[in-house]
């Protein structure tokens, strides 16, 4: 099986605090530490454990800056065969429907069986996986908690839907997935593993290596534009208890008891 | 002129999603005056149900009666719709695992722009439509404009838009069941397999203790477990605690997990996503405490904490068995 997991450099939310800039052209990115889209690993290792399994190879691609290179030689360290990074000015800006050519321009080059997909990133958006499938005329399947390989032709998966339910769908390959967190447990990545991918070459692939022309992505191709980003105006929001450790439990425990929190 | 407008209309067991009302609401925040069609897909009694109801509040609905359709796999649904519905329409959706699933694809089947997960919607401007979106779990909002033009597919947050309950339309149902295509599809739905059942029933405590991300490690869970003994709670969660199998699926709140109607709910180290404060109803009086003074929780709580969990919890622990 040839799988491509597709991944995003993301700020770390686990690891920050998200602040807008006070103009609303963006957030405030000194700081910031990145990391891969926690979704995206899910997709990593469920791919290096189906090639486990059945054979095949696992690549890793994302759409990005030359930083991004650093989270396709992260992933590539979980386990991945091959990497290849997406990156062009051109493609600065894209919206889901181009992201979606660009990864469809790149597919179009090998044989891909499976394309893995996080089902989320920090833009909350959930569209590039659908969207590309739709592209290559492929079926999809979305929030996908597991997958059994059947046969050379189709796969199982289920769809983790409302309230915990699994939908199981037989899906014919190729295919293009989103992956849900807890499918799996993702495998550590230390220091060594990185060490050992860290002279692997990444081949950089730009508009005209993908035959894309350049005003049909990035910000020229865009239909959806983002304007700027701004805090919105709560409302009330929570009483905020102010005090030591101690008073703050204190103001805490007549609260819960006026609530009926403390049986 | 102002375009056709539509909405998706998801129902379980004869009964139409919230969402239903919501997309009333949404459509009418697009163009105030607009005519907007339910489409609804299903089968027999349950679809008859349905659309009757949902008749109320939509001027028109078309309804869609196939077997092939009764439930709503996306794949055929998608192949569905690129043949039902003209070009260059609005579509709306609820953001939930159905639109998700069908709502990206079938933007670029209809050729049409795609605006996901919206929060609010400002209105159309030229050809512009201006809509409200959510970045960085809820940490910063921005406004996205889109040419619509082409015609748009939109999937809306639920409960983010506040339900039409006026039910005035008095809608006419139309049968275009004759219409429907070919519903082949390379997915083929198979079974809905229903979550486990845990051992403690999280929907019937009125008391929970419910910790995410910020306990930060499996051991820590016993700080939680300690003050939910100490005041007659229950444990619950929200799903990074699942994912790292520190806690079973049976007591995560949200809506890929449980829907709970506790009296108090206190949030520990939960950050309050929107798919985490979706499995929270009826109101509770909410405690968060959470390190981080701009996570979201903060904006529905009713009392907050900053505070890191992992010392304040034993300390108010200690206090409450102190008497």
């Not at chain 1, 469920?46 to 991004?68: L, N, P, R, W, Y």
């Not at chain 1, 508009?207 to 350049?214: K, Y």
Request: net charge negative.
């Amino acid at each position: 099986m040839e799988i491509l997991v597709c991944v995003k450099r993301v700020p770390d939310t686990a690891e920050n605090e998200i602040e807008v800039r006070s103009d609303g052209t963006d957030i405030e990115r000194d700081d910031l530490v990145y990391s891969v889209n926690e979704w995206d690993n899910y997709a990593v290792e469920e791919a290096i454990q189906i090639c486990d399994k059945v054979g095949g190879s696992v690549t890793i691609v994302t759409v990005g800056d030359e930083e991004s290179e650093e989270v396709v030689r992260r992933e590539m360290a979980m386990g991945a065969d091959k990497g290849v990074l997406l990156s062009d000015d051109a493609f600065i800006g894209s919206d889901g429907k181009g992201l979606a050519a660009i990864l469809k321009a790149e597919i179009q080059k090998s044989s891909y069986d499976l394309v893995l997909t996080g089902a989320l990133a920090d833009d909350g958006a959930s569209q590039v996986g659908g969207m590309l499938a739709a592209i290559l005329d492929w079926p999809y399947a979305s929030v996908v908690n597991y997958i059994e390989v059947l046969d050379d032709t189709k796969i199982k998966v289920s769809r983790e839907i409302e309230g915990g339910n699994q939908e199981m769908n037989e899906i014919e390959l190729p295919c293009v997935l989103s992956i849900q967190t807890g499918i799996n447990e993702p495998r550590y990545v230390g220091i060594r593993g990185i060490r050992k991918v860290a002279s692997i070459e990444i081949p950089v692939h730009g508009a005209a290596d993908l035959g894309i022309s350049r005003d049909s992505v990035g910000t020229a191709g865009a239909i959806v534009k983002r304007v700027d980003y701004f805090v919105p105006e709560l409302g009330e929001g929570a009483e905020i208890l102010e005090g030591s450790l101690d008073e703050i439990a204190e103001k805490l425990i007549e609260l819960l008891k006026a609530k009926g929190g403390i049986k | 002129m102002a375009q056709q407008l539509f909405a998706y209309i998801g129902h379980k067991n004869g009964v139409a999603d919230d969402s239903a009302m919501e997309l009333v609401t949404a459509a009418g925040k697009i163009y105030p005056d607009a005519s907007v069609t339910a489409v609804i897909t299903g089968s027999g009694a349950e679809l008859d149900s349905v659309s009757n109801a949902v008749a109320a509040s939509y001027p028109e609905v078309w309804k869609f009666d196939n077997a092939a359709l009764a439930y709503p796999n996306g794949e055929v649904l998608r192949n569905f719709l690129v043949n039902s519905i003209p070009a260059g329409a609005i579509i709306l959706f609820a953001h939930d695992t159905l639109g998700m699933d069908l709502a990206p694809g079938l933007s670029i089947k209809l050729d049409s722009a795609f605006v996901p997960d919206a929060v609010d919607i400002e209105g159309v401007e030229g050809n512009d439509l201006k809509v409200i979106r959510q970045e960085y779990s809820g940490m910063a909002s921005t406004h996205v404009r889109c040419d619509i033009s082409n015609g748009v597919v939109i999937t809306c947050r639920p409960g983010s838009f506040q339900p039409d309950e006026s039910k005035s339309a008095a809608g006419q149902i139309v049968d275009k069941s004759a219409e429907v295509g070919d519903l082949s599809a390379k997915r083929r739905f198979l079974e809905v397999v229903a979550a486990e059942v845990g051992d403690v029933d999280i929907t019937k405590a009125d008391v929970l203790v419910s910790v995410g991300r910020g306990i930060e490690d499996e051991e820590n869970i016993e700080i939680a477990e300690e003050l939910a003994q100490t005041i007659g709670a229950v444990v619950s969660c929200s799903r990074p605690i699942v994912d790292a199998k520190w806690l079973e699926k049976s007591r995560q709140v949200g809506t890929s997990g449980q829907t709970v109607k506790p009296k108090v709910y206190l949030a520990l180290g939960i950050s309050g996503s929107f798919q985490h404060l979706g499995g929270l109803k009826g109101s509770p009086f909410i405690v968060a405490v959470n390190k981080n003074p701009k996570a979201p929780i903060f904006q529905v709580a009713d009392v907050g904490v900053v505070q890191d969990l992992l010392e304040f919890v034993p300390a108010l622990t200690e206090k409450i068995k102190e008497g």
